[in-house]
């Protein structure tokens, strides 16, 4: 059987010796699945295709059909289209060499081995013999939305490489291509190396098909918004109403409102430097601002919501109506004065009451407020990320500036309270004011004096100064005191104890702090209770005190009848007895 087979070899070297162009009738036939043409040095078009193109058809056994394997779309293929230019016979199978490869002579079909075309962008070209299907870049395999990216090799009717065939028109949305919606004729605007004016695909350029996609004179609002506005409307697929997702708030954060300046694009998400960027997500990342003072910003898709923003008041902790707006609800209900925070921020923020409206707040914001309670948009200090006050008092927030005496305590307190029964205001106005008893108290004697307007946190800081400390360590429950003020140090007061909020006398009469006299030293010796009060202490009389030295945390002596007094041994030397310890 060899030996038959390459006698019959021979003799087609010899007819084409002698000068047959191509083979026919018996010399054309197969002899065990290889032809018996095509000896070295003959033309491709020996065994297949004709003088003009070696392709078939003809094919090896003189089959003309595009529905055979053998012709199927080869010319097709190498010929240019509406869509491209020739296809290269190697980007299919490999190409054999007329002088030095006798092997493929012998093979009963061709060698599909894919080029660098049809393997570009990724591809992992494929070959079905069975269903005569291919899967290659050219015919849209790592595109998306073409209607036949794996053709029939033996359906040559056109509807196969017709546009759309290969990628969508335009390519779906999850391939990150925008929503053209002008058709054909918009692809200009982004592939003018491709693609003219009308729609069609520039063949003569040979940049269709060629592995690479083009793009060119590309801008932010070739894919979205418009030449007014880089920011939706339009979507990338098109979309106009602010309940999609792709428009939203969009133009509502990039424009002034009643309340703010223009939001930076940046505050939401990553601005592109270029227009690669595209990969069908929207790639949020908050900036500083949305961030401020330890916000960790969160979009939720799914609900359209964002979350934990220092720009809806998430860091507030204020009273905010709505902090966790709806990105798709744009009526101006979420963006109205009072959503971030209360108006005023509660009592819980150390923010003081206000009862006069937004109109009162200019007086401790003027840098963002108006006179008339409305934001001061110009001047881009509301929703900056620092709370702008300036021109604060102590009356700002609490006591009343209108008073000439004590302006800074209470009433009214940082709440607006102005009864003396709330803990806010209480016996303030009592200690302040001189009275029988004693002059005026120190408010250091109570409580820190804050060195600025910085101070407030919504809790009152009791620190006893150095006269309520004398002899004792003064203390308060958040009702009563017990202080050297109040007798502490004493014995025989009626009221060592007493209540902030009573403010109705009984509990600053003479006895609530000692008795009278006092159950100390010889204070209740007869002759002294008949002397008198005045008869120790200068100033004093049988029914007044010296107010400038009573409650000053000292002992006081020098009346009437007493010279010296020596604390070291406790002893006087008064007129009316010798030395004596007392």
């Not at 060499?97 to 990724?122: C, E, M, Q, R």
């Not at 007094?565 to 310890?581: E, K, L, N, V």
Request: aromatic share 2%; proline share 6%.
């Amino acid at each position: 059987m060899r030996q038959h087979r390459n006698l019959l070899i021979c003799s087609a070297a010899l007819l084409l010796a002698a000068g047959c162009s191509r083979p026919n009738g018996a010399v054309s036939a197969l002899v065990d699945g290889a032809p018996t043409s095509g000896a070295f040095g003959a033309e491709c078009s020996s065994c297949h295709g004709s003088a003009e193109n070696p392709a078939p058809p003809t094919s090896l056994k003189g089959l003309t059909a595009t529905t055979e394997l053998a012709v199927g779309a080869h010319q097709t293929h190498l010929r240019g289209g509406l869509l491209r230019a020739a296809i290269a016979c190697q980007e299919c199978h490999v190409v054999p060499g007329k002088t030095n490869d006798p092997g493929h002579l012998y093979k009963d079909h061709a060698d599909v081995t894919f080029g660098p075309l049809a393997s570009a962008n990724g591809s992992t070209p494929s070959w079905d013999r069975q269903s005569a299907t291919c899967a290659t870049y050219c015919h849209g395999a790592t595109m998306k939305g073409g209607v036949t990216t794996a053709p029939v090799w033996t359906r040559v009717d056109g509807t196969q490489a017709s546009c759309g065939t290969c990628h969508g028109i335009p390519p779906p949305p999850e391939s990150g291509h925008p929503a053209v919606a002008k058709g054909m004729a918009g692809c200009i605007d982004c592939h003018a190396d491709t693609v003219r004016a009308d729609g069609s695909i520039d063949v003569a350029g040979g940049k269709h098909i060629d592995g690479q996609v083009q793009v060119s004179g590309v801008t932010c609002t070739s894919c979205h918004g418009s030449t007014s506005s880089i920011a939706p409307p339009h979507g990338t697929h098109g979309e106009t109403a602010t309940t999609t997702l792709a428009v939203g708030a969009h133009q509502s954060h990039l424009n002034d409102s009643a309340i703010r300046q223009a939001v930076a694009c940046s505050e939401c998400h990553l601005v592109p430097s270029s227009p690669t960027h595209s990969n069908g997500v929207v790639d949020l990342t908050f900036g500083p601002l949305a961030t401020t003072a330890g916000a960790q910003p969160s979009f939720d898709a799914s609900q359209a919501t964002c979350a934990s923003t220092y720009c809806h008041g998430s860091t507030l902790n204020a009273g905010g109506s709505n902090t966790t707006p709806i990105w798709t609800r744009v009526d101006g209900t979420q963006a109205a004065c009072g959503t971030c925070h209360g108006l005023p921020p509660p009592a819980s923020t150390g923010h003081p009451t206000v009862t006069s409206g937004l109109a009162a707040c200019v007086s401790c914001h003027p840098d963002t407020m108006n006179a008339d309670g409305t934001v001061n948009v110009a001047g881009g200090k509301h929703m900056n990320g620092v709370v702008d006050a300036a021109g604060l008092s102590c009356t700002s927030c609490h006591g009343d500036a209108t008073r000439s005496t004590n302006p800074a305590a209470p009433p009214k307190g940082t709440k607006g309270e102005t009864a003396t029964t709330a803990r806010a205001v209480g016996a303030h106005q009592s200690h302040l004011t001189a009275n029988a008893l004693r002059v005026a108290v120190s408010c250091s004697e109570c409580h820190l004096v804050p060195t600025s307007t910085s101070h407030s946190t919504g809790t009152a800081t009791v620190t006893f100064g150095a006269v309520a400390n004398t002899g004792t360590a003064s203390s308060w429950n958040g009702t009563t005191c017990a202080t050297y003020c109040h007798g502490a140090t004493l014995t025989g007061g009626t009221n060592n104890n007493p209540t902030w909020t009573k403010v109705d006398g009984t509990q600053a009469a003479c006895g609530s702090c000692h008795g009278i006299a006092p159950a100390t030293g010889q204070h209740g010796r007869s002759a002294h209770q008949s002397a008198g009060c005045v008869a120790c202490h200068a100033g004093y009389s049988a029914t007044s005190v010296n107010t400038a030295n009573h409650i000053n945390g000292k002992k006081d002596l020098g009346g009437a009848l007493i010279q010296t007094y020596d604390p070291s041994t406790r002893s006087c030397a008064p007129a009316c007895h010798g030395t004596q310890t007392w």
